[in-house]
């Protein structure tokens, strides 16, 4: 099982990135999938989470209207499209699958893609 994240870089405020997270090893489609991110001395909180069947989306209120997640499931493929990037967007992005398998939750984890926001 794989989730590989790609996409992370330095961008100055306003500017935009589109983190990708491919993933492979798993059935993808049946998934939830969401994007982390942990800062320094900060704990690792939810940015954006995607259901498996009708595709519905949820935002941390600290990305809504700028940041977008998308998933191709065509391409076992979860994107998150972030606009508008302020300098506390600055961390470490992780993808995240999980399903619940009879009695818990199946978990994997990417190893994360540093994003940093800065003039």
């Known amino acids: 099982v794989q989730l590989v994240e790609s996409g992370g870089g330095l961008v100055q405020p306003g500017g935009s990135l589109r983190l990708s997270c491919a993933a492979s090893?798993?059935?993808?489609?049946?998934?939830?999938m969401s994007w982390y991110r942990q800062a320094p001395e900060k704990e690792r909180e939810s940015v954006a989470t995607i259901t498996s069947s009708s595709g519905s989306t949820n935002y941390a209120d600290s990305v809504k209207g700028r940041f977008t997640i998308s998933r191709d499931n065509a391409k076992n493929t979860v994107y998150l499209q972030m606009n508008s990037l302020k300098p506390e967007d600055t961390a470490v992005y992780y993808c995240n699958a999980r399903t619940w398998d009879t009695a818990y939750w199946r978990n994997y984890w990417g190893q994360g893609t540093q994003v940093t926001v800065s003039s």
């Open positions: 090893g798993f059935t993808f489609s049946p998934y939830i």
